[in-house]
């Protein structure tokens, strides 16, 4: 499958006006800072999602957005599946920020560390958790290995069965007061 079309920061804000914006990060990074009118779908959701992407899709272009890119490719992969064309965010919100851009952050939002960075810590301190026990326990050894087993799959992949787990937390979820994703499929078929 040929990757997705992409637009720089600049090319996407050149055009964000024509866009309807889809942010497929965990509730709780988009309730922290996400692209102005972006929609929140986290990509676990977006296969319920697909019947309002292809009405919001027929009206006008889609840019869809995560932390880095990585999970915006995998959606824009899942809606080309479906016949729905899709443009990702190089770089993701965390390149927007980067380039001067604004982030929207709904009044006291907490900031929660991007998806990437979470998996890092967790697959790092599990990994020296292995082997740190395995001195005592040397079949705690096998903790550290089977992390980097999971950490090969997940790239050859492009899938993180880890991030899907930490996106569960309470702190990677939206604050009471953010809109749920019925809502949010209501205003897309609209």
Known sequence: MPSPASHSPAQAAA??????????RAPGEYAAGHV???????????????????????????????????RSTRACEILAGADIEAVTLTGGTSAWEGDGRGL?????AHTTWPMER?????AGSLVVAGLVAGIRFPAARWLSAGVGTGLVYSALSNTCGMAAVLSKLPYNRAPRTAGDLDATLEELQR
């Not at 929207?104 to 006291?108: A, V, Y």
Request: aromatic share 2%.
């Open 104 to 108: 929207d952050r709904p009044e006291g």
């Open 15 to 24: 055009r964000l006006e024509e866009f309807t914006v889809i942010d497929v």
């Open 36 to 70: 102005p009118g972006a929609l929140n779908i986290p990509l676990d959701k977006l296969p319920d999602a697909l019947p309002a992407l292809k009405s919001a899709s027929a009206r006008g272009s889609l840019l869809v957005v995560c932390a880095s890119g990585v």
């Open 118 to 122: 979470q998996v890092r810590l967790a």
